[in-house]
């Protein structure tokens, strides 16, 4: 699977958009880009995924470059409970279950 | 649907124990895994299993036995613990491959002294 590098950590203002980048320029055509969130200890949390368009669901979007080489999560008004740290993971079809996860980037929402 | 569940959430073990940590799931998923995150870093593969009677090997496998004779249950075993098994192992499940979505359940948070 594709490594991915994104920052270590951000900050928004509650309110303001988050937009989380993602580089993962060895991506192969049949992986797919994942966004998990993890929210102190608690388990990772599933966000979105796409493979070539822009997704967009009730708590995110995401953008795929049209290389596919980096991707954006955006979340579009940023909230206390969105502090977390942010992962994203690049996944093919290989048969196993295997997402490897890296550090993320910690997202802190500030007042 | 309780989704995954862990037990038990806590565990403090001296070295050389064995015990076994418990995951089910209820969302009749195939594919089940297994990971451990110690502090400040990502998770980490142990095993996974793609059904019943499957099972395999991901990153970080030594130390650690599963099997899987239910679609329902995926438990973990410690055979000898060490004090580098501290960490907290989370559970998660999908109903297939690529393209589907992991659910993952709240963690056992294991202490080795």
């Known amino acids: 699977d594709a490594k991915t590098t994104q920052p270590t950590s951000m900050d928004c203002a509650e309110g303001r958009a988050a937009n989380l980048p993602c580089n993962h320029s060895?991506?192969?055509?049949?992986?797919?880009v994942y966004w998990y969130r993890q929210i102190h200890s608690q388990g990772p949390q599933y966000i979105i995924h796409?493979?070539?368009n822009n997704e967009t669901n009730e708590m995110a979007s995401l953008i795929i470059t049209e290389d596919r080489k980096s991707s954006t999560l955006i979340l579009p008004h940023a909230t206390l409970r969105d502090t977390a740290v942010y992962y994203c993971?690049?996944?093919?079809?290989?048969?196993?279950?295997?997402?490897?996860f890296g550090a993320g980037t910690r997202l802190t929402v500030k007042p | 649907n309780a989704g995954v569940t862990q037990t038990p959430k806590f565990q403090v073990l001296k070295t050389g124990q064995s015990m076994t940590l418990q995951c089910a799931q209820d969302m009749n998923h195939e594919y089940m895994s297994w990971y451990r995150q110690d502090p400040g870093m990502g998770l980490r593969l142990i095993h996974y299993?793609?059904?019943?009677?499957?099972?395999d090997q991901g990153e970080v496998p030594n130390g650690y036995n599963v099997s899987r004779s239910t679609t329902e249950d995926f438990p973990l075993r410690l055979l000898s613990a060490a004090p580098s098994q501290t960490s907290v192992y989370f559970c998660?499940?999908?109903?297939?491959?690529?393209?589907?979505?992991?659910?993952f359940g709240p963690g056992t948070r294991l202490t080795v002294l």
């Open positions: 299993s793609v059904g019943a009677g499957i099972t």
């Open positions: 060895t991506i192969s055509g049949n992986e797919y």
């Open positions: 998660a499940s999908s109903l297939g491959l690529a393209g589907d979505t992991q659910y």
């Open positions: 993971i690049v996944r093919g079809n290989n048969n196993n279950n295997d997402m490897r």
């Open positions: 796409g493979l070539k």
